[in-house]
Nanobody, 115 residues
Framework: QVQLVESGGGLVQAGGSLRLTCAASIRISSTNAMGWYRQAPGKQRELVAH???????NYADSVKGRFTISRDNADTTVYLQMNNLKPEDTAVYYC?????????WGQGTQVTVSS
């Protein structure tokens, strides 16, 4: 079982920044990939950013150039740096880990961007 705990969400004005943190109960290098999803009210959950065990990243078109996914040297934490936030980025953000054919989810953290 993999436990993921997100933190760092909050309320920010448009144009501001937040950094989300996902603390994992396992070494990130033991996963196939980790990432961030988000779900806005009334919308489907969507992929925001993704990082493989080898370090390859990909992003949703809507966040390219504004968001950056990374992991720490201790190999236990994944970050999502979010810059130039827009009201449409308002959502609950979830950390995920793919490992041995299973996907694990965190409990989510709320990000609200005011205009």
């Amino acid at each position: 079982q993999v436990q993921l705990v997100e933190s760092g969400g909050g309320l920010v004005q448009a144009g501001g920044s937040l950094r989300l943190t996902c603390a994992a109960s396992i070494r990130i290098s033991s996963t196939n990939a980790m990432g961030w999803y988000r779900q806005a009210p009334g919308k489907q959950r969507e992929l925001v950013a993704h990082i493989t065990w080898g370090g390859s990243t990909n992003y949703a078109d809507s966040v390219k150039g504004r968001f950056t996914i990374s992991r720490d040297n201790a190999d236990t934490t994944v970050y999502l740096q979010m810059n130039n936030l827009k009201p449409e980025d308002t959502a609950v953000y979830y950390c995920i880990a793919d490992r041995y054919g299973s996907r694990f989810w965190g409990q989510g953290t709320q990000v609200t961007v005011s205009s």
